[in-house]
Structures are given as structure tokens and as C-alpha cells.
């Protein structure tokens, strides 16, 4: 009884995560979309076209994090 109490919170516990990453995931997206370094020169346009490629990355990675737990744990 013990065990399936605690294995059910386990799966609400990584639904709650899928959630709120995917939630996070949408907003770092729409934060992506306003970085734009079209206007900006020098060391300043690297700068927001390197903050630019993070934040893309932390979307790839976020959407790996959700697959890898639905598919292996859910």
C-alpha cells in the first residue's frame, strides 16, 4: 500500500514537472522572439545573438527533459 502511495506521488510529482517546463519552455520562446540584434553593432549585437542561441538551447533542452520523462517514467 505504502509503495503504490508513493509511486502515484512520484507520477503526479513528474506531470506537475512536464507542466511547468512545458509552460517555462512556451515563455523562453516568446522571450526569444524579442531578442533581436538587427539594430545592434559590435560586441553588443554577439552579446544578444549569443543570448539568443542560450535561450534556444534551453528550449531544446526542456522539451528533451519532457519527452525523456513522459516517454521512460509515464
Given at each position: 500500500v505504502?509503495?503504490?502511495?508513493?509511486?502515484?506521488?512520484?507520477?503526479?510529482?513528474?506531470?506537475?514537472?512536464?507542466?511547468i517546463?512545458?509552460?517555462?519552455?512556451?515563455?523562453?520562446?516568446?522571450?526569444?522572439?524579442?531578442?533581436?540584434?538587427?539594430?545592434?553593432?559590435g560586441?553588443?549585437?554577439?552579446?544578444?545573438?549569443?543570448?539568443?542561441?542560450?535561450?534556444?538551447?534551453?528550449?531544446?533542452?526542456?522539451?528533451?527533459?519532457?519527452?525523456?520523462?513522459?516517454?521512460?517514467?509515464?
Amino acid at each position: 500500500v505504502q509503495g503504490y502511495k508513493s509511486l502515484t506521488e512520484l507520477v503526479n510529482f513528474l506531470k506537475e514537472r512536464i507542466r511547468i517546463e512545458r509552460i517555462h519552455c512556451k515563455n523562453l520562446g516568446k522571450l526569444s522572439q524579442k531578442i533581436s540584434s538587427k539594430l545592434e553593432v559590435g560586441t553588443l549585437a554577439t552579446a544578444m545573438e549569443r543570448m539568443k542561441v542560450a535561450v534556444a538551447q534551453s528550449m531544446a533542452l526542456l522539451t528533451l527533459i519532457v519527452f525523456v520523462v513522459k516517454r521512460t517514467v509515464l
